[in-house]
């Protein structure tokens, strides 16, 4: 974790520590003057919480293959990318930031396999273009990972939005040109509402 991240945290743990005393001397010492005194360090924390707001991504319908575990599979990796930009924005504990990339990483494997099982199955002719595009994925993760382990926290600035254009764009067309594939193929694996 960075020396800023680390002093914006004990920024924070100060006001909340000021804010809890300047409420307990309102009580102690009712006055109209004392009484305002919490509103000090809550002024000092409202920018603070501002600059907390972190970005999600949010699942949209648009994005399903109509194969549900392809299609849970893509959910999943969304909300891990979610829990990274959290463990990442809020930098309090390097583990969990550590343990949530690592988690990303490691999903990230996995689904890729079970997608590349799935065209290779059905003998999708694009599978190698396919593969190739995951392929790259991979690398520039396994990049991120090795840049990280080297730099720390500072290092992964842009992983999230780099990650979050990729997976989506993915989706909407490599794989939504699989799943077309398949469908045309009359392949029994789509989920039938
Ligand atoms: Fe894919």
Redo the contacts with the bound molecule.
Sequence with gaps: MSVSNKTKSALFYVVILLMSCAIVLAFVFPSPLVAVLPVAPALMLMPMLRQKHIRQIKWSNDYNLGIDYIDEDHKKLVHLLNQFSIAYDYAQCEEFERDALHELVRYTKYH?RR?EALMEEYGYPNLEA?KE??KAMIDAVDGYVKIYQEQGHESLKQVTNLLEFWLIN?IKE??KEYSNYLERLGADVFDID
């Design positions: 890729f997608e396919h595009e995951h993915h490599a794989d």
